[in-house]
């Protein structure tokens, strides 16, 4: 499925050096509403940078960043927050030890009365209503973080970035560490943040996976964009051509 005419996030020329380095040479790229792009390219190829750059990690040497068609400065990845752009990396941000409500809730926790004590109760009935809506299938929000399989804490993140991006969901490789049967379950997550009109960009190293998920696909190589292509009108021998030079 793909998203609304007018993108919902914009990288205009968008430009990242480290010192001489030319992490990304100069990219433009637009997410819609409802719609998942993927970025792909070798190792190095600056798919994570591109994705920092985004979430607010790095802040680019040039180019521009649009939400709704206004250009944003990142001072921060909290300040890409306040901006409704939601990030899920490798190492998912989860406190093990806490809940998964207090997880979902992480910086933005419910208070009450004149004291301001957590709302626990308010929280936890919130995140039950969410896991249950998107069909995260865990037994209670109380359970402890450390106490969940990799694809359920996979996908309480997923949830979190889902329930607060107002603009994008960024995803720096979500099913990394997981078999074949989570995979699938957080696939199919994914696509249901799809389905919520949220803007997705996904870095993936399974182009089975890119082409399961993906409306368009984006690649890079050495820095550069090569080009972009919708899933539906390329194949994977075009995009691993493009990503190796050999095309």
């Known amino acids: 499925m793909s998203g609304s005419t007018a993108p919902l996030v914009r990288l205009e020329r968008l430009r990242k050096e480290f010192g001489a380095v030319v992490a990304i040479e100069e990219a433009t790229l637009d997410v819609a509403a409802g719609e998942i792009v993927a970025v792909v390219g070798a190792n190095g190829a600056g798919k994570s940078t591109l994705v920092k750059c985004l979430a607010g990690v790095f802040a680019p040497t040039a180019g521009r960043i649009l939400l709704g068609g206004r250009p944003v400065h990142f001072s921060s990845p909290l300040d890409a927050r306040g901006h409704g752009v939601e990030a899920v990396f490798q190492d998912l941000a989860l ?121 368009r696909i984006c690649v890079l190589r050495r820095a550069k964009q090569v080009g972009i292509r919708r899933a539906s009108e390329t194949s994977a021998d075009e995009i691993v051509a493009m990503m190796t030079g050999l095309r």
Do not use: C
């Open 95 to 215: 406190a093990n030890a806490q809940p998964v409500y207090m997880n979902m809730f992480l910086g933005r926790e419910i208070v009450k009365g004149r004291l301001r004590r957590l709302d626990r109760a308010a929280m936890a009935a919130e995140t039950q209503l969410l896991l249950h809506e998107l069909d995260v299938r865990i037994a209670s929000a109380h359970t402890a973080i450390r106490d969940l399989s990799g694809g359920q804490r996979q996908g309480v993140a997923i949830a979190r970035a889902a329930n607060w991006a107002d603009q994008l969901v960024l995803m720096d490789e979500p099913t990394a560490a997981l078999g074949v049967a989570e995979t699938r379950r957080v696939e199919e997550l994914i696509r249901r943040m799809r389905d919520r009109e949220k803007a997705i960009l996904i870095v993936s190293h399974s182009l089975d996976q890119v082409f399961r998920l993906a409306d």
